[in-house]
């Protein structure tokens, strides 16, 4: 896949969103834009302050600058079946190419935390200049950079790095530099580095950093040769499958919902968030999309994170669980406004933390029990002792499932009796009923079946409302959310049922625009924040597969063919899609890319 220049998108310091990739070793992730900067970018971890934050404010950021001295276009590509990022440079005298990637060699959990761009000329000659301007502490702490001999030494109160190069390179004592000029074949490498103070820093030698290149491609490619997809949409959904495994922190075996905080769902707007924590939702539908395809081992170091750290023996006092933990399984993930950071394209505030950690919302349990119920049966039989924790959540869940809660969308508007909640602890309940039946495990059946049955009589009745002829976001309410196309996925009503089917039309007449779905409307039910928001790539995608489980296959793959349009150019999706195609929100997000796993792997089974 090719992507056009930087240069068109006029005088503004932001690219676009859509105009970055990805890369990572398991531990964090940082963004690359098609210009060659690195705008983004948290050292050692996910959840770490940020280095490089300049996609977050231009000026007081941070960045790592590297791209031709000349006027060039540009093309960005994932090196195949890999996570590292080449970026190509086309000039009148020449072409060159950086090779960006953080080396890895096994998902153990150990990691260098390295950072390597290799530059490379492959053909004439091209002149190259470097900035690396780090900003610690989301651009709040001071720093010192002092040169020693082909290393400069970058020191902050909270975080050392070292940057080591084959080309030469100069510090003012804030910032590091470097011009040079490369003929055909020749290469200069740059390697980052985090450092204790009493460490040497360690070199990267041309021939270190191309060893570390060739370990680093063939951990990625023996890792995506256990997928057993091999249906229509192969190179979208291994790039997905790429991208969730980028998003896993390898120590925990959790789960991040995107690598960035605070990109926008509407440009200057409010609707800003942090998403580099695990959200059980998001993180238990990512365990169903690797299952699908056969990487039992992700499914498998979730379910360790949910056992080691305690998130299904807690005993909060709004439940058991959370609707969100740390990539360390800590509780608390405190909000703040960030007001020194202007925000990207002055989308203000820059938030770090979550305070939507203290929400109820219900329907985390169906998604954490059914993905429970799935490793049991697509991967290994569960142990008696996560048996009994279970157990303890469906107990929970009996007594508790009828009352109002903030919902999956995690809206700031007060909390209501949403149908999504009530189905989703349908799911929890099923699905645990389904697990004891199938191994004969000890439950309280005859509750759970009660509690069960009692809440599907619910939603028919109360969920359903005649004069929409349709499944509703609330009980007793008339407005739509494009969630309830979970309903036939989750196996709670047929997907040819006549009220079903009712619903999918009055969703696309409603919500759906040229296949992309909005998830609400803000106006019809308020949200308790300003402003509008894009379409929700995850629901366009489910509506995808509700289509095709209705049968009613052509208008399916047109709205999955469509929406594989608005990927970028290396087949990474933010959260949203805006009203010209822009990405909006955090970026890549798990959500969209899991959903599409599901969405291609079920309409491909469909289409035989």
Same mark, same amino acid.
């Given at each position: 896949m090719a992507n056009a220049g930087f240069g068109q998108a006029g005088l503004s310091p932001y690219l676009p969103i859509a105009e970055h990739g990805l890369i990572g070793d398991l531990h964090s992730a940082a963004l690359v834009g098609t210009n060659g900067t690195i705008d983004w970018y948290c050292c050692p971890r996910f959840d770490s302050p940020s280095v490089f934050a300049s996609i977050l404010d231009a000026n007081r950021g941070g960045s790592f600058e590297l791209a031709a001295d000349v006027p060039t276009r540009t093309r960005q590509f994932y090196f195949p079946d890999t996570n590292v990022l080449i970026t190509r440079f086309f000039a009148s005298d020449g072409v060159a190419e950086i090779q960006d990637f953080m080396p890895i060699t096994d998902d153990s959990g150990a990691a260098p935390h390295r950072l390597i761009r290799r530059v490379i000329c492959v053909r004439g000659s091209l002149p190259f200049t470097a900035r690396v301007a780090p900003r610690f502490e989301y651009g709040a702490e001071p720093h010192s950079a002092q040169l020693q001999g082909n290393t400069v030494l970058f020191r902050s109160e909270s975080l050392s790095l070292a940057l080591t190069a084959t080309a030469p390179l100069e510090c003012d004592g804030l910032d590091a530099r470097s *011009?040079?000029? $490369?003929?055909?074949?020749?290469?200069?490498?740059?390697?980052?580095?985090? /450092?204790?103070?009493?460490?040497?820093?360690?070199?990267?030698?041309?021939?270190?950093?191309?060893?570390?290149?060739?370990?680093?491609?063939?951990?990625?490619?023996?890792?995506?040769?256990?997928?057993?997809?091999?249906?229509?949409?192969?190179?979208?959904?291994? *790039?997905?499958? $790429?991208?969730?495994?980028?998003?896993?922190?390898?120590?925990?075996?959790? /789960?991040?919902?995107?690598?960035t905080t605070s990109l926008p769902e509407q440009i200057g707007g409010e609707r800003n968030w942090d998403y580099r924590f695990v959200w059980v939702r998001d993180a238990a539908f990512c365990v169903y999309a690797m299952l699908r395809l056969g990487f039992t081992g992700e499914a498998e170091a979730f379910m360790r994170f949910l056992s080691e750290r305690g998130i299904m023996r807690g005993s909060g006092s709004g439940g058991p669980l959370q609707i969100m933990y740390g990539i360390d399984g800590r509780n608390e993930l405190p909000e703040r406004a960030l007001p020194h950071l202007e925000g990207y394209l002055g989308s203000a505030p820059v938030r770090v933390g979550n305070a939507a950690t203290g929400q109820l919302q219900l329907d985390i349990y169906g998604a954490l029990i059914d993905s429970v119920y799935l490793y049991d049966k697509w991967g290994q039989p569960i142990s008696s002792d996560r048996w009994d924790e279970l157990g303890v959540l469906v107990d929970w869940l009996c007594e508790h499932w009828d009352q109002p809660d903030d919902g999956v969308w995690e809206t700031r508007g007060g909390r209501k009796n949403f149908v999504y909640s009530r189905l989703m602890c349908w799911v929890a309940i099923e699905r645990a009923i389904r697990m004891a039946n199938r191994r004969g495990l000890p439950a309280d059946l005859p509750r759970w079946r009660q509690s069960r049955d009692a809440i599907y009589r619910q939603i028919m009745q109360r969920g359903w409302c005649p004069e929409r002829g349709a499944f509703v976001q609330n009980l007793d309410d008339r407005v739509l959310d494009a969630s309830v196309l979970m309903m036939p996925m989750a196996k709670f009503i047929s997907p040819t049922d006549p009220k079903w089917l009712a619903t999918l039309d009055a969703l696309t007449s409603d919500l759906v625009s040229d296949s992309l779905v909005y998830r609400y409307d803000p106006e019809a039910s308020p949200d308790g924040l300003r402003g509008v928001e894009g379409t929700f790539s995850i629901c366009s995608f489910w509506y995808v597969e509700a289509l095709a489980r209705a049968g009613r296959l052509e208008e399916a793959r047109l709205a999955f063919e469509k929406m594989l349009t608005y990927a970028n150019h290396v087949g990474l999706y933010a959260e949203e899609i805006g009203l010209t195609g822009e990405q909006l929100g955090n970026f890549p997000q798990a959500f969209t890319h899991l959903s599409l796993i599901s969405a291609a792997f079920n309409l491909d089974r469909a289409l035989g």
């Open positions: *011009r040079f000029k $490369l003929l055909e074949g020749e290469s200069a490498v740059f390697a980052l580095d985090p /450092i204790s103070d009493d460490v040497i820093p360690r070199a990267c030698p041309q021939a270190e950093a191309e060893d570390q290149f060739e370990t680093t491609v063939k951990f990625w490619r023996d890792w995506l040769a256990g997928s057993r997809y091999h249906g229509r949409w192969r190179e979208m959904v291994h *790039r997905s499958a $790429l991208v969730l495994k980028l998003l896993t922190y390898a120590p925990t075996g959790a /789960i991040v919902a995107a690598p």
